[in-house]
């Protein structure tokens, strides 16, 4: 303990990058635990930008640990680059990272399958990272785990087999299926220099939950993603909620000391699927534009819309929200009319327009100091959310902010929250 949860509260891309990073200051260990290269966190620092989709992005703390849980699906040719990247640039990566032996293994043809799938059906609008397939392949028990890289009979066994249950598929797909030899040699490549970073990373977090150790829990994407909670059909593969976090972890349920809900100002989403305050097609660029909407990713351009408040206080309540951060404030500085859809207790009215404030807080550092505008708007989201606002981003560098800034603040240094059974007491 303390272990601090971090949970993007709508379609992904709410800034949660950007929040990790500056959380990462005062944590011990940062730990991404579910999803793959489908997130996309953009980190800037000074002049300089980065961008991770697999790494946590508390990476650029040189102190930090930085682990890759057992919930995740590892492209690990793409993880070796983006460490090869990151070292290229003077920040030594490999020695703080630690991998589960328990994650799964994106293979080539998980993304190709991906990918065609979505040519030929256009179906949810993918990242094509091979994330579905991947995670299909895990509850079909025929996945192929971190661990099995290290023993090479078992592997190609593996590989046999997971190939077998995409012949039909890929068939009338036209995918190419890869071989055997050629799948081992490419794992063979990575693996040499990966091998000696997997480890039974829960157990390393229990030891570290133990000895007081400040922990930070990543998520990736969005609640109205998560396979059950959000948009479904139109959602990634695997779950994001708070309680999935522990579970991907592989941490007990009561560990969670504090969750923190990541909202932007107003809403993005990228793919397809419902998105009932989304604006039209021109004042949708107007936004992306200001907002410098397009996925870290794929590149594709964001559809953009108003705050929606009604589904915000839903998802701050399905995740057991703590504390809220809304970031991008300050993309909202010129418009003089900001749409917003109450939560359904507050307003009559369900898409209102708040009036705006005209006026630049990129610089503000202080609640007291923005328009009256903008800390009417903050104070609205809060009380129709039902959550505190803790932290507001005014800016994508590290310390443009408004607020709070450690996360791990106020929280006991040892123990569990809940008291624990006592025998006849
Ligand atoms: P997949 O996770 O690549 O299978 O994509 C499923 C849906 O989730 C698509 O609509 C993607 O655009 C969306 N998605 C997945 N990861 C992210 C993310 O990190 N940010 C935003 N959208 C995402």
């Known amino acids: 303990m303390p272990v601090v949860a971090v949970v993007g509260l709508q379609w992904g891309d709410e800034g949660k990058g950007k929040v990790i990073d500056l959380f990462a200051e005062a944590a011990d260990t940062v730990v991404r635990h579910g999803g793959g290269a489908n997130a996309g966190h953009t980190l800037r620092v000074g002049d300089e930008t980065f961008v991770v989709h697999l790494l946590p992005s508390g990476v650029l703390h040189p102190q930090t640990?930085?682990?890759?849980?057992?919930?995740?699906?590892?492209?690990?040719?793409?993880?070796?680059?983006?460490?090869?990247?990151?070292?290229?640039?003077?920040?030594?990566?490999?020695?703080?990272?630690?991998i589960s032996e328990k994650a799964h293994v994106v293979l080539p043809?998980?993304?190709?399958?991906d990918a065609a799938r979505e040519a030929q059906f256009a179906a949810i609008g993918t990242t094509k990272r091979g994330i579905g397939p991947a995670y299909e392949?895990?509850?079909?028990?025929?996945?192929?785990?971190?661990?099995?890289?290290?023993?090479?009979?078992?592997?190609?066994?593996?590989?046999?087999?997971?190939?077998?249950?995409?012949?039909?598929?890929?068939?009338?797909?036209?995918v190419p299926l890869p071989s055997v030899g050629?799948?081992?040699?490419?794992?063979?490549?990575?693996?040499?220099?990966?091998?000696?970073?997997?480890?039974?990373?829960?157990?390393?977090?229990?030891?570290?939950?133990?000895?007081?150790?400040?922990?930070?829990?990543?998520?990736?994407?969005?609640?109205?993603?998560?396979?059950?909670?959000?948009?479904?059909?139109?959602?990634?593969?695997?779950?994001?909620?708070?309680?999935?976090?522990?579970?991907?972890?592989?941490l007990p349920a009561q560990c969670l000391d504090r969750v923190v809900g990541v909202t932007k100002a107003y809403c993005t989403r990228?793919?397809?699927?419902?998105?009932?305050?989304?604006?039209?097609?021109?004042?949708?660029?107007?936004?992306?534009?200001l907002g410098g909407e397009f996925g870290a990713t794929t590149g594709r351009p964001r559809?953009?819309?108003?705050?929606?408040?009604?589904?915000l206080r839903t998802t701050c309540r399905r995740n057991g929200i703590d504390a809220l951060v809304v970031t991008k404030l300050d993309v909202l500085d010129t418009l003089d009319r900001i749409g917003v859809k109450r939560a359904q207790d507050a307003s009559a009215e369900r898409l209102v327009q708040h009036q705006g404030w005209n006026c630049p807080t990129h610089h503000l550092r202080t609640f007291a100091d923005l328009p009256?505008?903008?800390?009417?708007?903050?104070?609205?989201i809060e009380s129709d959310a039902a959550t505190p606002l803790m932290l507001t981003s005014v800016g994508p560098e590290r310390h443009s902010n408004i607020g709070e800034t450690d996360c791990f603040k106020g929280l006991p240094t040892g123990g569990y929250r809940r008291p624990r059974y006592t025998f006849g007491g």
């Open 182 to 250: 050629e799948l081992t040699e490419a794992l063979r490549l990575v693996w040499e220099r990966l091998a000696p970073r997997v480890v039974a990373t829960d157990r390393r977090l229990w030891d570290q939950i133990e000895t007081g150790r400040k922990i930070l829990l990543e998520g990736a994407q969005g609640a109205l993603l998560d396979i059950d909670d959000g948009t479904y059909p139109y959602v990634t593969s695997s779950h994001v909620s708070a309680a999935a976090a522990c579970a991907y972890a592989g």
């Open 270 to 289: 990228v793919g397809e699927g419902p998105f009932p305050t989304e604006l039209d097609a021109s004042a949708s660029a107007s936004l992306r534009a």
């Open 109 to 113: 043809h998980h993304k190709a399958i």
């Open 65 to 98: 640990e930085c682990v890759l849980a057992q919930g995740m699906v590892l492209d690990l040719g793409v993880l070796l680059e983006e460490v090869d990247l990151l070292e290229s640039r003077g920040i030594a990566v490999l020695p703080r990272l630690f």
């Open 303 to 311: 559809r953009c819309g108003w705050l929606d408040l009604e589904t």
């Open 137 to 174: 392949d895990k509850v079909g028990r025929r996945g192929v785990r971190v661990e099995d890289c290290a023993q090479r009979p078992l592997l190609a066994e593996r590989l046999e087999r997971n190939l077998r249950g995409w012949e039909a598929e890929a068939l009338q797909l036209g």
């Open 372 to 380: 009256e505008q903008a800390a009417t708007f903050l104070r609205m």
